[in-house]
């Protein structure tokens, strides 16, 4: 089914139409509409326009309402103030736009006209290490921006930028070669599952145990760093057992990302490593078109913008001057991968605020060689950092950084209390039902606490807020839609059915409205990289809701067939919408709770 036109995109047409003929020399115009507290919309358009033309602006405003046929889509529209236009639609074009969105699957959201290849650079754990909480926004904010822009008909290829390599690689296959029992599993049946858990207790003892050696042992410090070169040279029992503790941390990655509710498979998972047959060419292009210069043997791009404390240019180091290559070497290999490979027209780099720096960096060195320019644009979607209740950086009572494995078995352990606290009044689930919304309840509270708030922003992290049946929070939302298929259920014979003739109560009008605002939201939410827009969309779509049901009653007092039906019709909608964007989201929507 093609998109739905919303009601806002119609009522711009026709008062632009309107505009043209009252001010054919002035060519195209924006007649600026927003929403407004007045009336359905204003258009704020006029002024500049008859400013531009040197004409009264209420006069043109009056000329252009006299061009604007009513009774259809517009109900009325009047002049206000000094030009603006007051306009309110008609309650038949209300529910006919909801009617058209709710027959297609799509709810009638337009998929993108040109749509491109981004390749979204998200969750981005390191082997070998233990995930902690600051890697949750990285997932998180990563995951719902695929989900947005792939709705909008995006062809979106994910990237799981894993570090996988480094020098500390070196003291690691060194001990595992020497102690090559560390990495064996209980299970002594090999087709056994290995837990995440056991994965990561494995590994942990091994790291701790080599840098304990590695620190206080001159010879095996001198055996971990020849092992290093060994690596890097691709000596193939070193690339063995590296690549033992790049599947033994997959197992351990994967169980944490299960924990999440998210997707990741192995083609998506491209780590530093990916990239190391291209780095001497890298190199070689930058300093031969001059973009990098060698200083003190390093190879190095400058910036006039970017300067130290000392008041000397902050330089890009991409080749040290003993031969290795950083972190910028890698970062510009994968995009020219990204690039030339993938064929990618933007490039999205889900990543810490801190390193907003280096990004920047990467970015227009890569734009001086040519590898990115105005048809492929590169975008670091920068996020803040995850503070405690006391507004510091999250850390353990003992001061260490919070596991994500235990914030997320502490989010669904708090839920599942509040699902069962609740049920007891109803006695509507089974235990089995009270575990499984727990889990969904708990695991969406974690996410929508950091996607309802701007991923520029830092945000205090606050389990008994985060599983608050009250405010913006994700319990909230869920709530509503099981309330919706409740009554949806409860409904008897009675059925959803648009009904255009019928005039709309104002809470009926206020929830259409917002309802059809779903596609230009989701479009500007692709556009801005913004998950939070859809958050905030949400969390008001279920706050009219709730005024809608409090106002007009759908079941009981049962309201004449006609009302109810519309009513259910809407209700019906909205579960739909709310479902639809949660699940953008990467939150689920339980059908009872």
Not at 72 to 98: H, K
Not at 500 to 516: F, I, K, N, T, W
């Amino acid at each position: 089914m093609a998109s739905v036109p919303s009601l806002a995109s119609s009522v711009n047409q026709r008062v632009a139409d309107a505009l043209a003929s009252a001010l054919p020399q002035a060519g195209a115009t924006d007649p600026l509409l927003r929403r407004s507290d007045r009336a359905d919309f204003q258009a704020n358009g006029i002024l500049a326009l008859a400013k531009k033309a040197k004409a009264n602006p209420r006069e043109l405003a009056t000329t252009v309402v006299e061009g604007i046929p009513t009774g259809d889509l517009i109900q009325e529209i009047e002049v206000s103030g000094p030009g603006f236009l007051n306009i309110t639609v008609s309650d038949r074009a209300i529910i006919e736009t909801l009617a058209a969105r709710a027959a297609d699957d799509r709810l009638g959201v337009a998929l993108a006209q040109n749509p491109g290849t981004t390749v979204v650079d998200y969750a981005q754990p390191n082997v070998a290490k233990e995930m902690h909480v600051g890697h949750l926004r990285s997932a998180v904010i990563g995951a719902a921006m695929v989900e947005i822009l792939e709705f909008t008909g995006e062809k979106v290829v994910r990237r799981h930028h894993i570090g996988d390599w480094g020098t500390q690689f070196g003291m690691l296959i060194q001990y595992l070669i020497e102690h090559p029992h560390e990495l064996d599993h209980k299970a002594s049946d090999e087709s056994a599952e290995v837990s995440g858990e056991e994965a990561m207790s494995n590994l942990n003892r091994l790291y701790k145990a080599s840098r304990a050696l590695f620190d206080s042992d001159e010879e095996f410090k001198t055996r971990a760093r020849a092992r290093v070169v060994d690596l890097q040279a691709g000596e193939p029992e070193t690339l063995a057992l590296w690549q033992r503790f790049v599947d033994e941390s997959k197992i351990y990655f994967y169980s944490v990302f299960n924990k999440l509710d998210m997707d990741i498979q192995d083609p998506d998972v491209v780590g530093e490593s990916g990239y190391n047959d291209m780095l001497v060419e890298t190199c070689k292009l930058l300093e031969e078109s001059g973009v990098a210069v060698r200083s003190n043997g390093a190879l190095c791009v400058f910036f006039d913008e970017y300067k130290g404390q000392d008041g000397n240019p902050t330089p890009l180091i991409v080749q040290k001057s003993d031969g290795g290559f950083g972190y910028a070497a890698t970062d510009l290999s994968a995009i020219r991968d990204r690039v030339g490979n993938l064929k990618a027209s933007s490039l999205i780099y889900v990543v810490d605020a801190r390193q907003s720096l280096h990004f920047k960096m990467v970015f227009e060195t890569a734009r001086r060689a040519g590898w990115l320019n105005d048809e492929v644009k590169a975008h670091q979607l920068a996020f803040g950092t995850v503070l405690g209740k006391d507004g510091k950086p999250f850390k353990t009572r003992e001061g260490e950084t919070v596991r994500l494995v235990d914030l997320l078995d502490e989010a669904v352990e708090r839920a599942t209390t509040v699902v069962r606290e609740k049920d007891k009044e109803r006695g509507l689930l089974t235990e089995r039902e009270i575990v499984e919304n727990g889990l969904q309840v708990g695991i969406g509270a974690v996410k929508y606490a950091d996607l309802s708030t701007s991923a520029a922003r830092d945000y205090k992290f606050d389990l008994d807020q985060m599983v608050s049946l009250t405010g913006d929070t994700s319990v909230y939302l869920q709530y509503a839609y099981a309330r919706i298929r409740s009554i949806l259920r409860n409904a008897g014979d009675r059925s959803p059915v648009a009904h255009p003739e019928l005039e709309l109560a104002p809470a009926e009008r206020a929830l259409g409205l917002h309802l059809d605002g779903f596609g230009a939201m989701i479009e500007e939410a692709a556009a801005d990289y913004a998950p939070h827009k859809v958050a905030a969309y949400l969390y008001q779509l279920a706050s009219l809701f709730t005024t809608f049901y409090t106002e007009c009653p759908v079941i009981k007092p049962q309201p004449e067939l006609v009302v109810g039906e519309n009513r259910l019709f809407l209700c019906e909608l909205t579960a739909r919408t709310l479902s639809k964007g949660m699940s953008l989201l990467g939150i689920r929507t339980p059908e009872k709770l």
